[in-house]
Structures are given as C-alpha cells and as structure tokens.
C-alpha cells in the first residue's frame, strides 16, 4: 500500500510540475491587448484617386509558428512552398475613393495571406500576392470591373525575399521569379555521405559577426540551392508567361525607367559557411526584357573578409542601381579604401555611372571623402547626394546638378544621424515622365518640399516646408499643432495644397485625414475603431530632467486611468533601451510628443498599468563618448547614473514609491537590465527579454561596439553581467525565444546566465518559448509572455514577501 501511495504521489508530482509549463492566460484586460485590432495599412494609387485599406491579422498561432522550416545561411524556407517561412500577412483589402464616398470591399479573395498589395502604374489594378499551402500565386483585382482573378498558377519562389514580383511601366503585366522545381524533388541527406566538415584560415583577416543559421555541410549547400534557384518570367495579365534567361540563384530584379532593360543580380558559389546568404559571392548583369544578356556589371566575391567597421564595406561595384531621372543609366560606388574607412584617404569612394547601351566605359560621376551614402534624384539637372562616417556618425547632403559634375555641389545638411532636431525630413516628390517617384522642384530647381517629424525640445512637431537654396533658408508651410499630433502622409496636387495626414491626439486614436492648407480645412476619411477602450483616461506626461554630468533626459510617464494622487506614490516599472552617442547634445534630445495617442500594446511595459503600476517608458539611458573616449569606455557609470536620475526624478514627483521599482527591457534592453541589477541597487527586481549577458560570445563587436574582443577585453569584461552575475541579488525573470536568430543574442546567452545565477544561489526564472525569434509572434507565446510578466511584478515588486 505504501508503495502504491507513492507512486501516486510521484505521478500526482510530475503531472503538476508539467501542468506548470504549460502556457499560462494573464488576468483578461492584459490578454485583450493580444486579441486587439491593429492599426490596418493603406496603399495609394499612382493618380491619388484610391486607397486601399488593408487589414491586419492577430496574433499567429504557436501551431503555425511550429510548421517546418529550413534554416539556411542565415534564412528561414518553408520548403513545402519555396518561400520565407512565418510571413505575414492581410486578411481583407477595402478600396476607398480619394474624392468621394465610394468604398468597395474586395470580394471573393482566396484563402490565404494577402501579401505585396501594389496598385499598377496606371492605377487601373490592384495586384497582390496569396500564399496557401499550395505555394504563392500572383492575382489581380479590375478596379473597373471589380473582379478578381488569378494572374497564373504557377507558383512564384520567394526564398530569397526581397521583392516578390514588379509590374511593367506600361501595366500590361509583371516580372516575378517562378518555382522551376515540386517540394518532393527536395534532396534528402544521405548516410553514406556523412563526412567531416573542414574550414581552413587563409591568412586574411575576416572579423564577422555571430551570424546564426549559417551552411554547415555540403548537404546543406545542396539544399539551399535547391530552394533558392528560380526562372525570371514576365507574366502578362492574361497570364501569359514568357521564361526569361536561364535558371539562376535570382536574388534581386530592377526595371530601367524606360521598362527595355532589367538589371538582375544572382547569388553564385561558392558558399560560405561563414556568413549569411546577403554576403554570399554575387553577379549583377544587365538583360533585355526578352531575358538575353546585354552585359555584366558587378562579379563580386564573398563578403566574408569585409574589414571591421561599421562603415567598411566589400570591395568591388555595390549599390547597384538605375538612376530614375533618366531612361537607362546605371550609377553604383566603388570602394577606394580597400573597403576600410580606417584607411588615410581622400576619397574613400568613386560613384561611376554608365549609360545603355553599355557600349562604352563607365564614367565616373562623383569623388565622395567619406562613405557613400545615396544619390536622391530630381531631374536631369537636380539630384542630391549624401556620405556619412560612423566615428563621428555624422551624415552630409549636398545639391548638385547630375549634368554638370564639375560644378562645385551646395552643402544642404551636415550633422550627426543622431540629431533628430537638425534633421531637415524628407523630400516631397513627384511621378516623372518613366512614373517613378523624384524630388519634386519649384524654382527652377532652386527650391523643394520637405516634410518630417520636427523633433524638438517640446517634442515631435510634425511639418511642410519649403526651402530656398540661393537664400538658404526655409519657409513653414505648415505644422501640427496642439493638442494633435498630425503628420503629412503624402501631398495630393501640384500646388502641394491639398495633403493627405495622420492624426492623433492622447485620446483619439490616429486616423486618416485630407487637410486643405490654402482652406484651413479637414475631413475624416478614415474611422478606425479605438484598439484598447478598456484602457482609455490613462494619463500621460513628459518629464524632463538631468543626471550628474549635465546630461539631458527624459521618459514619458503614464499613470493608471483611477490614480488619484492621495492613494500614495505606485510601484512603478521604467523601460528603456540604451543607445550609443558622441555628442552630448544630442544624446538628451526628445523623440516623441506629448500629444500622441496613448498606445497600449501587449509588447512594451504598458500592459501593466492595469496592474496598478506607474509605467515610466523610454527612458534616456544615453551612452556618450566624451572628450575623445569612445561611448562603452564609461558603459557602466553612465547606465546607473541614467537609472539613478530616473528614479529620483520619479520619486521626487511622487507618483513612485522607491522600494517599488522595476527595471525591464528587451534585446540590449535587457543586456540594460542585468547590468543594473549587478551595478546598482535601485530596483526591486528585472525583467530582461532576449538578451545578452556576456559579450565575449560577441568576439567581433556588438551593438555600437566596433573593437573586438581582443582589442577592448577590459570593456567587454566591464560591459558583461555574466561576469558580475554574484552581484545580481535582485530576481530577474529572463525570457528568450528558443529560436531567436539574432547575431548577438543565441538563446544559450540567457541559459547559460540562468546557470551562473543557478550556481551562485540568486534568484532567477528562465522561460524558454519554443518556436520563438528574436520578438514573439505566436498568441500563446505573448500571452505567456504577459503572465510570466505579472506574476513577477506582484510576486516581487507589487507585493513583495521578500526583501
């Protein structure tokens, strides 16, 4: 009988010890916030006559997240289908008239995702893909007729990504890449060809990042190809499908603005087992539209022995384009630096053009002193060209005119790419002659448009300028104003007048607006219902203060819709992301306004002011180089003093109890967490998500970190909380998905820091999700995640039986 007893006790046991890992539902108004309509996306037809409204799924099911998949230089296939696996997706397209109350909703759509919605150059169709278990097919919705129709059955290989499929200037059909091969034919590994894998150095340095995913065996070579080689076909809207060339590796496919030329690039061996499938060995040429080589224009070689540097690059023609001013000009740079900008030069890239029909040499274009960066173009005689450099991450702009190379350029902009408040935004542009997008110019070419977010000391104040380059100066056309915050989705007319807008306020969800500037009128012209009504009268502030050395900061505070300050101060979560600067300035600018919409979404800290937590979220946490040191030299003091100014700056407002107070994040956010629970003791406990704790499995740089291990050990020792793990006396519950293929955060970093706070006797949870990257996707996964998240916040923080 004893025994009996015990065997049922042990049964009894192990059944509760599963039942605890299974995934576990949240108290209901965090698990709404899973289930809650997204905002949907829109697409505008090339006349600005249509919009589609296209609707967005919820969450993916953990089923869906678990079907098979290959995992290959750096790519993951769903073989069955020759396409990028856990895609997502639309569920509905409703079509909208600019001018009018037309709306159509799009009926007999396949089952399916919807992806890649484009509307055609004549604005005539709708095009969009369909993936099922069948493949991805290419259809097509008549927005005359309004019917929908299977463009051709044969399914289009996506494996590589990128772009899944082009329309032809003229609208009469599509490029795309067709499968060539049946799932079935897959080859299959063989035994008898089991055999070391062996890699040999060459002498040459080649300082590569953790890449995950990469080949591993000839098998693996063997498969990848099979998945990855494809036909370019032009398909007409009738469906006719005309092959085009051989049978290649087809990575990428451009059309010249004049529609006679194609430029196409095509990966090639050999493999490497070094770094992911964008590094491999590549060949661009140029073909007719009937498929047949006109001529090649770029043989590279692998990019596994690209210097270190965040600027370097790989050697040989790159940034391969046609220029969209004209009918068929190829423009590209050259690296003159060996790829290094660490290199003592003065010109670290030439940009060549060459124009059809490639009969003679290339030309070069434009000297560039640092790294090139793009070429926007406007007209034949307008375009303008940008470098940058990461030392200093300062990013430059200058006017020029592409017809006259010789004539000295006009410096537009010269700034770090991190100050947001000199940032001058975005050109408005135009369709040309061939129907691409250029910069629209006034003035003879003298003056633009510009809209951005105008990021400032208040806050984001987004507007429409106009600047004058003889005067250079420039002139508000318009701006949001409070209590909204509105920005310029796309300009309507000539006279840039009219404009379509996305406005929002702290109670009013964004929607789409047309604004008549000459009018100073506005019409709702979308109605998106309110995503999370069960958290509307949350509060929210922005709070500005400074850290020790001067340093400005700041973190938007949000408190519980029923707080009432005579309840007393809250416990209270703070969020943030660390990010690296050299200016001190620029480190405390503002990046947000106080007057958008108050999002509560499942993913950050906001769940929880429904847990009756203050949630302080995107806290500075800046780390700068001073005087000539570079940002991770002072890693750890300028992180605490950070968190420390948070926190005072909390309490003194007093809304935050101070024995209350959690840390969290996710990705270098949590690698933020685990360095201040070791480095400080200002929270109650941490919730670190994706992370990374010890920098040496980094070897070769991370984050803004470009020296390597062998260069900076002491950094990477200082930065790393692994190394510091008997300092954590704080719990922090660690979440990692199983599958996360980031290059610096492989689930065995968060295993093997759950191991050293097991061993050391601190007090920490792991929770592995299975089928999970980087973020999670999967409504089990996340609704886990909110519980998990819960039951440490009142365990630890809210109601803490433990000091």
Do not use: C
Not at 113 to 140: C, D, H, R
Not at 150 to 173: C, E, F, M, P
Not at 600 to 606: F, H, I
Not at 688 to 702: E, I, K, M, Q
Request: proline share 5%; glycine share 6%.
């Amino acid at each position: 009988m004893k025994r009996l007893l015990l065997i049922l006790l042990t049964v009894a046991f192990s059944q509760n010890a599963i039942a605890d890992n299974d995934f576990k539902i949240p108290p209901k108004q965090l698990a709404d916030l899973v289930d809650a309509p997204r905002q949907p996306s829109v697409r505008i037809s090339a006349d600005k006559q249509w919009v589609a409204i296209l609707a967005r799924p919820g969450a993916k099911s953990i089923e869906e997240l678990a079907q098979p998949e290959e995992k290959l230089a750096g790519l993951r296939i769903n073989a069955s289908i020759f396409a990028p696996s856990r895609s997502s997706g639309y569920t509905s397209i409703t079509l909208k008239k600019v001018d009018g109350d037309e709306q159509v909703a799009i009926k007999e759509l396949p089952a399916g995702k919807i992806m890649s919605v484009n509307f055609s150059p004549n604005s005539q169709y709708l095009a969009f893909i369909v993936e099922n278990k069948q493949g991805l097919t290419l259809w097509k919705y008549n927005l005359k007729t309004k019917k929908t129709k299977q463009v051709s059955k044969h399914a289009i290989n996506a494996s590589l990504g990128g772009t899944q499929y082009r329309w032809k200037r003229d609208s009469t059909g599509f490029y795309t890449r067709l499968t060539i091969a049946k799932a079935s034919d897959k080859p299959q590994a063989s035994k008898a060809k089991i055999q070391p894998v062996i890699q040999t150095t060459s002498g040459i340095k080649a300082a590569v990042r953790t890449y995950s995913n990469l080949l591993k065996t000839p098998y693996d070579e063997a498969l990848f190809e099979f998945l990855t080689r494809s036909q370019l076909a032009e398909i007409s809207l009738a469906g006719r499908i005309n092959k085009l060339g051989k049978t290649a590796m087809v990575k990428d496919f451009t059309l010249s603005p004049d529609g006679q030329y194609l430029l196409v690039s095509q990966v090639k061996k050999p493999f490497s087992y070094l770094v992911p499938a964008r590094r491999f060995p590549e060949e661009t040429q140029v073909w007719s539209v009937e498929g047949k080589l006109v001529t090649q224009v770029a043989d590279l070689a692998s990019g596994e022995n690209i210097p270190k540097g965040f600027d370097s690059v790989r050697e040989g023609r790159r940034n391969i384009n046609w220029r969209s001013d004209v009918a068929a000009t190829l423009v590209w740079a050259e690296a003159q630096d060996g790829g290094s900008m660490k290199t003592d030069i003065e010109h670290h890239d030439y940009v060549y053009t060459w124009t059809a029909p490639f009969k003679n040499d290339p030309k070069l274009f434009q000297k560039i002193e640092r790294r090139f960066d793009d070429i926007t173009w406007g007209n034949k005689n307008f375009a303008m060209i940008s470098d940058w450099r990461f030392s200093d991450r300062q990013i430059r702009q200058w006017k020029f005119n592409p017809s006259q190379t010789n004539v000295k350029k006009i410096l537009f902009q010269e700034r770090s790419y991190n100050d947001r408040y000199n940032d001058p935004g975005r050109f408005i542009k135009e369709r040309n002659q061939f129907g691409i997008n250029v910069i629209k110019t006034l003035d003879n070419n003298n003056s633009v448009y510009l809209t951005g977010t105008g990021a400032s000391a208040e806050g984001n104040i987004p507007f429409l300028n106009q600047y004058d380059f003889s005067a250079k100066k420039k002139i508000n056309v318009w701006k949001s104003t409070a209590p909204y915050y509105e920005r310029i989705v796309l300009v309507l007319n000539e006279q840039a007048t009219k404009v379509m807008t996305l406005r929002e306020s702290t109670t009013e969800q964004p929607n789409f607006f047309f604004r008549d500037l000459s009018k100073n009128t506005l019409i709702q012209f979308t109605d998106f219902p309110h995503p999370t009504p069960a958290f509307v009268g949350v509060s929210k502030e922005k709070l500005k203060y400074k850290r020790k050395d001067g340093v400005e900061l700041s973190g938007t505070l949000y408190l519980p819709a029923d707080y009432d300050k005579s309840q007393g101060p809250l416990p209270t979560l703070i969020w943030a992301y660390p990010r690296e600067y050299k200016d001190k300035k620029v480190a405390g600018q503002v990046s947000d306004s106080p007057y958008e919409f108050v999002r509560v979404s499942y993913w950050g800290p906001m769940p929880h002011l429904a847990q009756g937590f203050a949630v302080f979220s995107g806290a500075k946490m800046p780390i700068v180089g001073f005087d000539g040191t570079l940002p991770n030299d002072t890693f750890r003091e300028q992180l605490v003093s950070s968190a420390q100014a948070a926190v005072d700056v909390l309490v003194a407002k007093g809304v935050t109890d101070k024995d209350r107070i959690a840390i969290a994040g996710h990705s270098y956010g949590a690698f933020m967490v685990a360095n201040l629970l070791a480095h400080s003791d200002l929270f109650k406990a941490g919730i670190a998500r994706s992370g990374a704790y010890n920098r040496t499995l980094t070897p070769f740089g991370f984050q803004g970190e470009e020296r390597s291990f062998w260069e900076g050990q002491s950094t990477y020792a200082s930065m790393s909380p692994f190394f510091h793990a008997e300092k954590i006396n704080e719990p922090m519950l660690m979440i990692h998905g199983k599958e996360d293929p980031n290059s610096g955060t492989f689930p065995m970093q968060s295993e093997r820091m759950f191991a050293a706070l097991k061993g050391l006797g601190g007090n920490a949870r792991l929770v592995m999700l299975p089928h999970e990257q980087h973020g999670y996707r999967a409504r089990e996964s996340l609704l886990h995640m909110l519980w998990e998240q819960h039951q440490w916040l009142d365990k630890y923080v809210k109601n803490p039986t433990t000091k």
